[in-house]
Structures are given as C-alpha cells and as structure tokens.
C-alpha cells in the first residue's frame, strides 16, 4: 500500500525479508522495483529467512541481485541468512524470543549476527533521523502518492484530512515532546 511504501522509504535502510520459494522471490523483486520508482536511494538490505543451506541462499540472494541490477539498476546487499530452525517454531509456540528460550540454537545465533551486521552499517557518531523527522519524511512520501502497480493497494489514497492528519499530528506532537525529554535525559 502506499502508507507501507511511504513509511518503508522514510528510513535509512529497508531490509526485504525473502525466503527460498519462488513466489516469495518474486515478491522482493516487486517489492524492490516499487521502492525503486518511489525514490530507493540506498541499496535494500537482503535477509534470507528459512534457509535450508548456505548454496541455497547464496543462490536466492545471487537471482534477486542480479535481476535487480539487469532491470532496475538497483545493487542489493546480503544482510543475513536465518536457518531453517526447528528451534524457531518452539519459541513461537511459547510465544518466546529465541534468543532467551533457546540461546544456542543456529536461528538465534544469525539473529545475533544479522544485528551485529545491521549495526556495523550505522557509523559510529552518524546522526541518526530523529522520531519527528522520520514520520516529516512519511507523510510527505505519502503526499507524493506513491507508484504502485495495478492491484496493488488500490489507486485511490487516502487523503491525510480530518481524522488521520489529526491523529497524525498528534503522533507527532508526542514523538518530538519524547525526543526532547531523551535529550534532556542523555545529552
């Protein structure tokens, strides 16, 4: 929808989560040429997710790169893989973080890695977009009435009017007066 849209390209990075099937691959594909006529300015971040082997996800993430920069002229990033994990399921089950309910397991150590891989990106001292900047920048994208294909979220938009823009403004009127006290509290 163009509000996932707006919000998606107001960050810094956009991480797209694809798992091995087909249909998913496809699904990033789309989902990065829309991000890409809708201002990508930065290469998406690329996470394999239910990987059943390092070849099989070296090769997923090889098919989207290269049909990324053959079409869109877009070069993508490998961030991660996350394994298929039986592990996964358990936590889920107990409705548990992985890495507390099961430390060890080869899924919480690549959600350790890919974090550690997420942070790297940032620079150190890099001056972060704050609370308040960052729902600036997605209401003026979603003013822009993001591209998107046919069938995709509709063609009509909702209009940032009555309602919304009140509920809006109110996030954030509340977003910059948290910013404000976290200054205050660490300079």
Do not use: W
């Not at 810094?12 to 699904?27: A, M």
């Not at 040429?33 to 998406?44: A, I, S, W």
């Not at 079409?71 to 936590?91: F, M």
């Not at 995709?152 to 009555?162: D, I, K």
């Amino acid at each position: 929808s163009a509000q996932v849209v707006s919000l998606c390209l107001a960050c810094g990075d956009v991480l797209v989560v694809v798992n091995p099937e087909p249909s998913s691959i496809t699904d990033a594909y789309a989902l990065i040429k829309v991000f890409k006529e809708n201002g990508l300015h930065r290469p998406p971040l690329i996470v394999i997710n239910r990987s059943l082997s390092h070849q099989r996800s070296q090769a997923v993430f090889e098919r989207i790169q290269k049909t990324a920069e053959n079409h869109l002229g877009v070069s993508c990033r490998l961030a991660g893989v996350i394994p298929d994990d039986p592990a996964l399921y358990r936590a889920a089950t107990r409705q548990t973080p992985l890495v507390e309910l099961e430390s060890a397991a080869p899924a919480a150590k690549a959600f350790r890695d890919l974090a550690r891989s997420l942070d790297a990106v940032v620079p150190r001292g890099a001056n972060l977009t704050r609370p308040e900047n960052f729902f600036d920048q997605s209401v003026i994208r979603l003013q822009q009435a993001p591209v998107l294909p046919p069938g995709l979220g509709g063609s009509e938009r909702p209009a940032l009017t009555g309602e919304l823009a009140r509920r809006l403004e109110s996030l954030m009127r509340r977003l910059a007066a948290n910013s404000r006290l976290l200054a205050q509290a660490d300079p």
